[in-house]
């Protein structure tokens, strides 16, 4: 393992905690960026540099910023408690941690692979883009027009 | 760089830090950013199966998965302003009251 991964690996885990543990809104948002970009530095660790870009692009400059304008524009800071009950916290630590140590304990049963030096070209992935998956594709313009109208009509002023 | 192995073992962590935080936040917006964190280790475990399996359909695959991640998250944010703006409130167990 290289010292690259545990870096970002290191970093993807801290800011996630973060976003969990901050007790505004605006510090999560801002730490899962963080934990987005730690992200995509493992995505250029395993390379898979396209993936990387527009996993940079989508989340942490489109998604992130709608987050950060609903959070700022309609000043959603409530002031009750910010988590739930004692024994609720308990309970749901003791389920996320099994969770973590049934999995992880299944992986290290198998058998690790290397990954490969080489990166697949972005040329590659744009032939089956629209080669196999061109249908998928197309279809993926209707689910956006579908999201785009809903949350026009959602978001609409009603008196 | 790490082995298949430590990219599953990352993304099962972010896994269930995001559940965990599902689980004890209030906040709506912060669960809804807890969801995206489960879905970013989904994709990283993903996107290590695929490399190391050397499959270009993988990419393509995450790809898609993105796209359906931002109609997800806008029309989410969507549903939260609108409640928010019948009554002000982000707690989750508020939005109880919706149903009927």
């Known amino acids: 393992m290289s010292l690259l991964f545990i870096v970002t690996a290191t970093i ?27 992200l995509g530095a493992n995505y250029i ?3 898979a540099e396209f993936l990387a870009i527009v996993h940079l692009i989508v989340y942490a400059g489109a998604i992130m910023v709608l987050f950060l304008f609903v959070v ?49 070209s972005t040329a590659q992935i744009g032939t089956v883009l629209f080669t196999d998956y061109l249908l998928p594709f197309e279809l993926s313009t209707i689910l956006f027009l579908a999201s785009v109208v809903g949350v026009v009509i959602t978001g609409k002023e009603t008196r | 760089m790490g082995s298949l192995n430590a990219y599953l073992a990352l993304s099962a962590v972010l896994f ?7 689980l004890i936040r209030r906040n709506a917006i912060v669960v809804l950013m807890c969801i995206e964190i489960m879905l970013n280790a989904g994709i990283l475990a993903l996107v290590a ?52």
């Open chain 1, 12 to 38: 993807a885990i801290v800011s996630a905690l973060a976003v969990v543990l901050f007790r505004k809104p605006i510090y999560s948002i801002l730490s899962l960026i963080i934990c987005l970009y730690a």
């Open chain 1, 72 to 120: 700022m524009l309609m000043n959603l800071n409530h002031e009750g408690p910010v988590f739930r009950h004692r024994f609720t916290q308990l309970i749901s630590v003791i389920i996320g941690s099994s969770l973590a140590m049934v999995i992880i304990a299944a992986i290290s049963k198998t058998q690790s692979m290397g990954m490969p030096t080489s990166s697949v």
């Open chain 1, 45 to 47: 660790l395993m390379h």
């Open chain 2, 16 to 22: 269930s830090i995001g559940a965990v935080g599902v």
């Open chain 2, 49 to 100: 199966g695929g490399i190391a399996h050397g499959q270009v359909a993988t990419q393509v695959m995450v790809l898609f998965v993105m796209m359906v991640a931002a109609a997800e998250a806008s029309v989410g944010l969507a549903i939260i302003t609108t409640v928010f703006r019948r009554h002000p409130e982000v707690d989750v167990d508020s939005y109880s009251t919706i149903k009927w």
